[in-house]
């Protein structure tokens, strides 16, 4: 028979990732770009952004 639940020893392990912070589907990899193209996209994208009174 299994002791009750008040007198079982649970062990946490803090290192265990069940779900990483980020997927690969997230990254330009996901969607079939290159790294190269990846990084140029978003340079491309920080450029652009700039505040409403430049434009």
Not at 23 to 33: L, N
Request: glycine share 8%; net charge negative.
């Amino acid at each position: 028979m299994s002791e009750p639940d008040e007198e079982r020893v649970v062990v946490f392990d803090d290192e265990l990732e069940i779900l990483p912070d980020t997927t690969s589907d997230e990254y330009g990899a996901g969607w079939g770009e290159s790294a190269e193209q990846e990084e140029r996209s978003r340079m491309e994208e920080l450029l652009g952004d700039v505040p409403p009174h430049w434009a």
